[in-house]
C-alpha cells in the first residue's frame, strides 16, 4: 500500500512536552536565524497558537508554550527570505540518530503582507491562510515532509483552497507519533494521553497553558484524566461560575472567545465585576427587555434560570433588597439550587471542550429551554415561540 504522505527521518521524543517559543533572541544552537520576531500577544500569534493546538488534537502530542530559551524546541519568529509572493516561511533544524535537536527555528518571511479575512484569518496575497502556513511549518518541524500527490497541508505549495490538516495529513503524523495516540478509558474517564493532548485540554478548559511542572505531574500519573481537570478545584472557582453565568445572562453556553476572556478576568476581578458587563450588554437587554431592577426582571430570572416561579417573599428579597442588577444575575447565577440544576450540564459542556468537540452554541442542555423565554419588558410573564438568544 502507497503511503500518502512524506517522512523527513527524525521525530521528537513524543513522551516529553515539546517545548515552542516566539522567539526573542538568536541563539547560537538554532539551526538558523531570525531577523525579527513575533509579538506573542499579536494576531499571527494567536494564529500560530490555534496551529499548535490542532496538530495535537490529531498527534497526541503535549506541546508545551514557554519563554524563550536556547533550549527550546522549536522556536517561531520571522525572516528576511525572499520577500513577497514566493516562499513564504521556512524550517530549519539539526538531528543526529533520528531525533530532532532542540532550536528548531520557524521563520515566517517578513515580507509577506497579509489582510484580515473572515473566521478571523489572515490572507496573504495569494490568498492563503496563515494558520494554514503554520500549520505546514509546524508540520514539519514534527518531521513530515513534503507530498504533492493529494491536497494536503503539507503540499509543498500552499494553496487557499486548503486551509485544514487532510486525512493525508493526518496519517502521515499517525505514522511518526503512532505511540502517542493510545487512548483508553477507565472510570474517570478519557485518559489524558490521548489526542488531544494535555495541554490542549488545559486551553479548552482552565483557559491557560499547562506549566511544565503541571505537565510532569501529570506524565507521572498513572491514569490522569479529563474529568480530573474538568472537575479540578481551579475549574471550580473560575470556569464553572463563567459557564453559568453565560446560561443565566443569555440562556447559552459561552462561544470560546468570551469563555477565554471571562474566565482570565474572573482571576483578578470578582463575579459580580464580570455580572456586570453581562448585564450592561444589549444581548441581555434584548432577552430580558430591560436591565432595570424590577419585580418583572427577578420573576423573569426565577423562570429563565431556575425553571420555576418566584414566590412573592423571593422576589421581594431580590428586587427590593438594594442589589444591582449585576448583583442579581450573579446571585441567581451562583445559587446553590442553580449549581444543583446545572453541574452536570456544566461539566458536559467542558468535557466536550477538553476533547475539541465542542460546539460553542446553544443552551447547556433541554432543562434551560428557550421556547418559553420569560421576558421582563412590563413586569408581566411574557412569552415567546422563538429563542431570542
Known amino acids: 500500500m502507497t503511503n500518502d504522505y512524506n517522512l523527513l527521518g527524525p521525530t521528537w521524543n513524543a513522551s516529553q512536552p515539546i517545548t515552542w517559543s516566539f522567539a526573542t533572541a538568536n541563539f547560537g544552537n538554532s539551526a538558523s536565524q531570525f531577523t525579527s520576531y513575533m509579538g506573542a500577544t499579536s494576531v499571527f500569534a494567536q494564529q500560530v497558537e490555534a496551529a499548535f493546538a490542532r496538530w495535537a488534537q490529531v498527534s497526541g502530542l503535549t506541546f508545551v508554550e514557554t519563554p524563550d530559551a536556547s533550549a527550546v524546541d522549536i522556536r517561531i519568529g520571522y525572516g528576511a527570505i525572499d520577500g513577497p509572493y514566493n516562499v513564504v516561511a521556512s524550517t530549519s533544524y539539526l538531528s543526529s540518530g533520528g531525533v530532532f535537536h532542540p532550536g528548531v527555528t520557524i ?23 496563515f494558520e494554514s502556513i503554520a500549520l505546514h511549518e509546524i508540520g514539519h518541524s514534527l518531521g513530515l515532509d513534503h507530498y504533492n500527490s493529494a491536497a494536503a497541508i503539507m503540499n509543498a505549495s500552499p494553496s487557499g483552497s486548503i486551509i485544514d490538516l487532510t486525512q493525508s495529513d493526518i496519517d502521515g503524523i499517525h505514522a511518526l507519533y503512532s505511540h502517542a495516540l493510545t487512548a483508553s478509558t477507565n472510570s474517570g474517564g478519557q485518559l489524558l494521553s490521548s489526542s488531544t493532548g494535555v495541554d490542549a485540554i488545559y486551553e479548552n478548559v482552565l483557559q491557560r497553558h499547562a506549566t511544565p511542572d503541571e505537565l510532569t505531574a501529570w506524565n507521572a500519573t498513572p491514569t490522569p484524566t479529563v474529568a480530573s481537570i474538568v472537575g479540578s478545584a481551579e475549574a471550580v472557582q473560575f470556569v464553572d461560575p463563567i459557564v453559568r453565568i453565560y446560561q443565566a445572562a443569555f440562556g447559552r453556553v459561552p462561544d470560546k472567545a468570551g469563555l477565554s476572556f471571562n474566565v482570565n478576568l474572573l482571576h483578578s476581578e470578582t463575579i459580580q465585576d464580570v455580572a456586570s458587563v453581562f448585564v450592561a450588554s444589549s444581548e441581555f437587554t434584548q432577552r430580558y427587555g430591560s436591565n432595570a431592577v424590577s419585580d418583572g426582571l ?45 453541574q452536570t450540564a456544566v461539566n458536559n459542556f467542558l468535557t466536550s471542550a477538553a476533547q475539541g468537540q465542542q460546539s460553542y452554541t446553544g443552551s447547556l442542555n433541554s432543562t434551560f429551554d428557550e421556547d418559553h423565554l420569560v421576558v421582563a419588558t412590563t413586569g408581566l410573564a411574557l412569552t415567546t415561540d422563538h429563542p431570542l438568544a
Do not use: C, M
Open 298 to 342: 427577578v420573576q423573569a430570572l426565577y423562570e429563565n434560570v431556575l425553571g420555576r416561579e418566584g414566590s412573592s417573599s423571593e422576589v421581594s428579597f431580590w428586587s427590593h433588597g438594594g442589589g444591582s442588577a449585576a448583583q442579581i444575575i450573579a446571585g441567581f447565577a451562583q445559587s446553590s439550587e442553580f449549581q444543583q440544576l446545572s
Open 107 to 129: 521563520k515566517f518571511d517578513s515580507g509577506e503582507t497579509y489582510t484580515a479575512g473572515s473566521n478571523p484569518q489572515l490572507l496573504n496575497a495569494g490568498g492563503v491562510t
